[in-house]
């Protein structure tokens, strides 16, 4: 089940990668930038369409990305048939994604455009780089290479998927007492899945003789479902569902009814031990019939009740229990079909009672969820005003006091037509309102903190009952984006209005008027004498008017980013299917974590961070965390955690954190397969501490697979994820600890409409870095009490500017993977809130260009990206 902001967000980003590869196809892939977009192009559909449940969409894509492998590697040139056969699997996948899109249809990938893709793929049909001079004389033939050991392993899977389709129904004899010929065709095809590398598969295959009857059902859910993940590697059809739709007609219902009417009773008993065994065993049968609806409620109940002893699980029980009971003893009642007929789902959020209506529209899922727990453990909701917060202490004092008295804010909003601007939070607290009130009061008494404190159903003190039921205006997504370029504009005329206001010679001027009535004779003196008066009293004028404009301007501001931000559980929703899909073609078991999915940030930082998260959850799940084998031997338990969550980061900052729980990074295999891929030298390698380690990582073309599969080894993935955050005006970090798992963290802005930047001078041109990567401003005369300083790099010659004698002053930057970098300027100008612009792919596409903005006077500035203009 695919919910909708999933597919729009797919409908959006893969229409735009397949126009970017048909325009740079058309224009002939003369470059390695050109193979490196077309490269990220194709490997974002794969994992688009992947998590989508495209397979067909996925394959094509895939055999794509083995072709723009060869060329990155210089083995190949994309021209001739290579191009056209690219062209064609466009024209594939457009008509792939029109099938996902309009009627969640997954459209199998052509056979005969697969084996044209391979053939390309295999070398056969590839032209190399024309030669520089005169081709050599020929040389003896030489026996033919054998083809790459991923395409084997490629071509093996699709002979076990094809054989598998022709035999998997006839196995369904082995759940109804047994057969011979069924035994036989189970040890054959697991002989075939071991040699072609399926391990899982094979496992699977290889028990089911050893059984018989209902006991083999579990067992062959488990084939069923291996069955599929080969389906989605393949592109082609392995049989699940022909055995799946056998196995029904063997087996009918299976007992399942009686099992989920057991189940039921568990989900309201003590011992979720035995609610997890019974919900695992009775989804592995409802998988080997093929009854999808049962198997998704039933994973839900092992999911949830495995993991009860965690705070949001506990919560999601609390909030879902009867409901998920309820859906149960209808299948124990009505049998399976009961399932089919309900429309709600199990995962639906439950909203809590009594929440208004100005808040319910910010809560989001997640909030929900944590109010309707609240609401079942007895809990109380508040509405809470807050006071003037206008230090870090006092903002301090606040979060103490609501942690002391068990408090957790679920939602907040801006009080509307408040000046200056008032914050409102939604609270769930001590059930016991009169103490959650004098506990306020007694550390507040003045209400500095906290100006109203009120339990819902009431209103706050002094403001009117909001009334039942508001009043909801929809506006089409281009309307919204109209309104807020021309709020951008009017932003853009009051920031020049304000600067103009500001300079210094314009608020000098009647001053200046003034002096120069002493070289006049008296009468012209005190007509400028008048005049200079009139000056300064129109300036003051000028002066409050911007400061009021600047203000109104404020609040302007914080009313666009309602419309311009968005909650993260619209991204963070996609990313358990897509962790999930990759653990299970690997053989590993995940579980997924969610948290601050109800911190809110700009939407256009939501389209730039969908990719890069997608990439950081996959790499956790494909590199970080270990088999379940391998977990068990350390002592750990065998479904690994990979934990997504969001927070905010003082005021305008906002950490997007991923972390597993795997082996962690070796450092030492860093270093070996960075050599043998030639991305350092042996020397420098060594030389590399855990962190100049960990930031090989990023570099592009490194990985530490020797082997490429479905979703590594191709040495994409963190440099992508590091050039998104830079362009976004954040930064990402990672930490590691063996054998306890790795961390990364993405620190972004609130808003991409807005930087704060260091306005500089370079060749007389103004320019801008970001504040957030400025650890300090040196000038020259103050160079030897400002400690060991990096090498120094001129901002002139980094951009082919003539270098002036003496710098006006150095910056020291903050560079990725904590590095610093020295950075000389010809003039240090002031720090400004920049407006952002969209930056043009030509200007995009250069190293150290982060993005360019407006000045208050309207003139354009680029903004500087240190790592791009100082390389490591």
Same mark, same amino acid.
């Given at each position: ?18 126009? !970017? ?31 989508? #449940? ?6 094509? @894509? ?17 021209? #001739? ?125 290889? *028990?089911?003789? +050893? ?30 569902? &022909? ?35 019974? *919900? ?20 839900? %109940? ?38 089919? !007929? ?18 319910? @529209? ?69 059930? $016991? ?26 209103? /706050?003190?002094?403001? /009117? ?39 210094? =010679? ?35 004028? %000028? ?58 940030? $700009? ?56 972390? $597993? ?42 990985? !530490? ?34 054998? &306890? ?13 807005? @930087? ?15 504040? &957030? ?12 009490? @400002?400690? =060991? ?63 360019? #903005?407006?000045?208050? !006077? +309207? ?7 240190? $790592? ?5």
């Amino acid at each position: 089940m695919i919910d909708d902001d999933l597919r729009d967000h797919f409908a959006a980003e893969s229409e735009e990668h397949l126009d !970017t590869i048909e325009t740079l196809l058309a224009a002939g892939v003369a470059d390695r930038a050109a193979i490196d977009s077309l490269f990220r192009a194709f490997h974002s559909l794969k994992g688009m369409s992947g998590a989508l #449940g495209g397979a067909g969409m996925m394959a094509v @894509a895939h055999r794509c990305e083995d072709i723009l492998g060869l060329a990155r590697q210089g083995r190949a040139a994309i021209a #001739g048939e290579a191009a056209d056969a690219l062209v064609a699997a466009v024209d594939t996948m457009r008509r792939q994604r029109a099938g996902l899109v309009g009627e969640n249809c997954d459209i199998p990938a052509p056979a005969a455009l697969l084996a044209r893709l391979g053939a390309v793929a295999d070398g056969t049909a590839v032209a190399a780089p024309p030669p520089a001079a005169a081709p050599p004389p020929a040389p003896a033939p030489q026996p033919a290479a054998a083809p790459p050991a991923a395409t084997q392993a490629a071509r093996h899977f699709a002979v076990l998927a094809e054989v598998s389709a022709k035999v998997a129904m006839k196995l369904a004899p082995l759940a109804a007492g047994g057969s011979h010929e069924a035994t036989t065709l189970a040890t054959e095809l697991a002989a075939l899945a071991r040699a072609a590398g399926a391990g899982r598969v094979a496992a699977t295959l290889g *028990a089911l003789p +050893g059984r018989a009857g209902p006991a083999a059902l579990p067992a062959f859910g488990d084939l069923c479902r291996g069955l599929a993940a080969l389906s989605a590697l393949t592109g082609q059809d392995a049989g699940a569902a &022909a055995l799946q739709q056998a196995l029904a007609e063997t087996a009918g219902q299976a007992g399942l009814p009686a099992r989920v009417g057991t189940l039921a009773e568990l989900v309201d008993g003590p011992d979720p031990a035995a609610c997890v065994a019974a *919900a695992r065993e009775a989804a592995r049968i409802a998988a080997a019939i093929g009854e999808a609806p049962l198997e998704d409620l039933l994973l839900t %109940v092992e999911d949830l009740w495995d993991r009860l002893a965690e705070p949001d699980a506990a919560a999601a029980v609390t909030a879902r229990r009867a409901l998920i009971a309820g859906r149960l003893r209808a299948v124990a009642t009505g049998g399976l079909a009961a399932l089919r !007929t309900q429309a709600e789902e199990p995962t639906a959020p439950v909203a809590a009672p009594g929440i208004p209506p100005d808040f319910a @529209a910010t809560l989001g899922p997640e909030g929900a969820e944590r109010a309707a727990a609240a609401v079942a453990s007895g809990r109380g909701l508040y509405r809470a005003r807050l006071g003037h917060l206008a230090t870090v202490e006092r903002e301090a004092a606040l979060i103490e006091w609501l942690t002391a008295q068990g408090a957790e804010a679920l939602a907040s909003r801006l009080l509307p037509g408040s000046d200056p601007p008032v914050l409102e939070l939604l609270l769930a607290g001590p059930a $016991d309102a009169r103490a959650f009130e004098a506990s306020r009061a007694a550390i507040d008494p003045s209400g500095t903190l906290v100006a109203a404190l009120t339990p819902l159903g009431a209103a /706050p003190a002094g403001e /009117p009952a909001t009334p039942a039921a508001g009043g909801t205006l929809r506006l089409r997504q281009e309307t919204v984006d109209g309104i807020i370029a021309l709020e951008a504009e009017v932003r853009a005329a009051g920031l020049s209005l304000a600067d103009v206001a500001g300079r210094s =010679e314009v608020r000098g001027l009647a001053t200046r008027i003034a002096s120069l009535t002493r070289d006049l004779p008296p009468g012209r003196a005190a007509e400028a004498a008048a005049l200079a008066d009139r000056v300064s009293a129109t300036m003051q004028e %000028v002066q409050g008017t911007a400061d009021r404009l600047t203000i109104a301007l404020r609040r302007l501001n914080e009313a666009m980013m309602e419309l311009r931000v968005t909650p993260l559980a619209a991204l963070f929703g996609r990313m358990p299917r897509i962790a999930r899909a990759v653990a299970e073609a690997a053989g590993k078991e995940i579980e997924v974590e969610l948290a601050g999915g109800e911190v809110s940030i $700009d939407r256009g930082l939501i389209e730039i961070l969908a990719d890069p998260l997608q990439h950081l959850v996959r790499n956790a799940v494909d590199h970080g965390v270990e088999p379940p084998a391998q977990r068990s031997a350390a002592g750990k338990v065998p479904r690994a955690r990979l934990r997504i969550a969001a927070e905010r980061h003082g005021a305008d900052r906002v950490r997007v954190t991923v972390a $597993d729980d795997g082996a962690g990074i070796d450092t030492e295999a860093v270093r070996r397969a960075a050599v043998a891929r030639g991305v350092v030298g042996g020397a420098e390698a060594a030389r590399l501490d855990e962190t100049g380690v960990h930031r090989l990582l990023f570099r592009p073309g490194f990985s !530490t697979k020797d082997r490429v599969s479905a979703t590594s080894g191709r040495g994409v993935g963190l440099d992508v994820v590091e050039d998104a955050v830079h362009r976004a005006g954040g930064s990402v970090t990672v930490s590691s600890r063996p054998g &306890a798992g790795t961390e990364f963290v993405l620190d972004l802005p609130l808003s991409a409409a807005m @930087a704060p930047v260091l306005l500089v001078e370079a060749g007389g041109h103004p320019y801008a870095l970001p504040v &957030a990567r400025v650890e300090a401003v040196l000038h020259t005369g103050t160079l030897g009490s @400002a400690g =060991e300083l990096p090498p120094v790099v001129s901002l002139e010659a980094a951009l082919g500017l003539p270098v002036p004698g003496e710098p006006g002053g150095i910056l020291l930057l903050r560079g990725a993977g904590g590095r610093r970098i020295g950075l000389s300027v010809g003039r240090v100008s002031r720090r400004v809130d920049l407006l952002l612009r969209p930056l043009h792919p030509t200007l995009a596409a250069l190293p150290g260009v982060g993005g360019v #903005g407006v000045l208050g !006077t +309207g003139e354009p500035v680029v903004v500087l990206e240190p $790592d791009g203009l100082v390389p490591a």
